[in-house]
T-cell receptor, first 112, second 115 residues
Framework: GENVEQHPSTLSVQEGDSAVIKCTYS??????FPWYKQELGKRPQLIID?????GEKKDQRIAVTLNKTAKHFSLHITETQPEDSAVYFC???????????FGTGTRLKVLA | GAGVSQSPRYKVAKRGQDVALRCDPI?????LFWYQQALGQGPEFLTY????????KSGLPSDRFFAERPEGSVSTLKIQRTQQEDSAVYLC?????????????FGPGTRLTVL
């Protein structure tokens, strides 16, 4: 079945530095890739998403890139701030399905 | 507008007890999903409703798990004869139409602890 791998599992960066989280997916039919941020004890919140008809999408300090050939997609956070500290999940879905397949999460710590 | 809400937020059950977890989706959202999130893991799909129809229950771990959405809005996830391995956060999500490229909005979850 569909599988999504996410790396790294933990990431520590200094405030102001950039953070990159990478995911790979197995189902070539996947065409929608959301990213969620989950703070401790809170709900997953959508922070950015990308569809397969584009290769990159940016929203202020956050960007996502997609390489459909390699089945890779990545989250880039620039100028990190302490409030960016959270667990980030990537997911994959597609028009042939409805459920999300999630990665195992990345715990990001931004050190002040 | 109001987001997805879930109740209770925390539930402690003794092994063998039955529990019922409630989800109120965003008004007008056709599709509703239940996910199970174990500690330190990503959410895993349990079941999916489109309106009142349960179209996929392939992720339910056993026949002790049952979900319903009788009027196409509020949904209840019931776990019978709870076991320790059922301890997890149960997340509900809803989406406007339910296609695979539709954004799912999550509730805060119910943290179930089975003693």
């Amino acid at each position: 079945g569909e599988n999504v791998e996410q790396h790294p599992s933990t990431l520590s960066v200094q405030e102001g530095d950039s953070a990159v989280i990478k995911c790979t997916y197995s189902d070539s039919a996947s065409n929608y890739f959301p990213w969620y941020k989950q703070e401790l004890g809170k709900r997953p919140q959508l922070i950015i998403d990308i569809r397969s008809n584009v290769g990159e999408k940016k929203d202020q300090r956050i960007a996502v890139t997609l390489n459909k050939t390699a089945k890779h997609f990545s989250l880039h956070i620039t100028e990190t701030q302490p409030e960016d500290s959270a667990v980030y999940f990537c997911a994959a879905s597609g028009s042939g399905t409805y459920k999300y397949i999630f990665g195992t999460g990345t715990r990001l710590k931004v050190l002040a | 507008g109001a987001g997805v809400s879930q109740s209770p937020r925390y539930k402690v059950a003794k092994r063998g007890q039955d529990v019922a977890l409630r989800c109120d989706p965003i008004s007008g959202h056709v599709s509703l999903f239940w996910y199970q999130q174990a500690l330190g893991q990503g959410p895993e799909f349990l079941t999916y409703f489109q309106n009142e129809a349960q179209l996929d229950k392939s992720g339910l771990p056993s026949d002790r798990f049952f979900a319903e959405r009788p009027e196409g809005s509020v949904s209840t996830l019931k776990i019978q004869r709870t076991q320790q391995e059922d301890s997890a956060v149960y997340l509900c999500a809803s989406s406007l139409s339910g296609g695979g490229t539709d954004t799912q909005y999550f509730g805060p979850g119910t943290r179930l602890t089975v003693l």
